[in-house]
């Protein structure tokens, strides 16, 4: 049977308008950087063009040489900007970075991903070059499950960053991060089903 992480892991639960509090383990991801606004930047959509080949290609390794199937977990990714305002409230996409990522399963090899790359990379694939296998610790978390356009992410983000993490004796730590379980490339804007997580670290006050 393949190994499905997306319904096994505490990590890709999450309810609608509801914040969580959670812990987050150290985990892989297939990685690749790019700045600008998602919706328009060529930037954007190489990365993603580049990250499900090599997702895919490692699955069907891990199927082939060690007998382990599993479903390609979903598109995520990183989001910040020098300005913190231009992201949750003004939504200034020009001034975004961003690192598109893909999770890979633990029994996945730097060998495997190296080879993986290298036969990705002969199929002229723009941003190929640019996947890098790395890990993401990111601890204590707050997410919630968004229904909508991701332009309406404005005033629940605000609710969070703003309402929610203070109230609990929290302050932010690293940086936005989504996982996206519908494809937006297909799907209606309205329809779209993201969670929306932000790493926090126990603020100096309530630690005090």
């Known amino acids: 049977m393949k190994i499905d992480l997306k319904k096994s892991l505490e990590s890709y639960q999450a309810k609608r308008n509801q914040f969580r509090i959670l812990e987050i383990p150290s985990m892989r991801y297939l990685m690749v950087d790019g700045h600008g606004d998602p919706s328009s930047a060529k930037e954007f959509s190489d990365a993603i063009g580049a990250l499900f080949p090599m997702a895919y290609g490692l699955k069907f390794k891990s199927k ?28 200034d996409k020009s001034q975004w970075d961003w690192t598109l990522m893909i999770m890979v399963p633990e029994w996945i090899t730097k060998k495997m991903f190296d080879e993986t790359k290298a036969k990705v990379s002969t199929k002229g694939i723009p941003a190929s070059s640019k996947v890098r296998l790395d890990t993401l ?13 991701f332009d309406d992410e404005g005033p629940i983000l605000e609710k969070l960053h ?12 690293m940086k936005h991060h989504e996982i996206y379980f519908s494809d937006f490339r ?5 329809k779209l089903r993201t969670i929306l997580r932000q790493p926090v670290r126990v603020s100096k006050s309530k630690v005090a």
Do not use: N
Not at 138 to 148: A, D, F, K, S, Y
Not at 162 to 173: D, R, S, V
Not at 186 to 190: D, F, T, W, Y
């Open 64 to 91: 082939i040489e060690l007998k382990k199937d599993y479903v390609v977990p979903p598109l995520e990714g990183l989001w910040w900007a020098r300005d913190m305002e231009s992201f949750a409230a003004q939504r």
């Open 186 to 190: 297909k799907v209606a804007q309205e």
């Open 162 to 173: 703003k309402e929610f993490i203070p109230e609990h004796g929290f302050t932010l730590a």
């Open 137 to 149: 610790d990111e601890g204590t978390c707050i997410q919630v499950l968004h229904v909508g356009s």
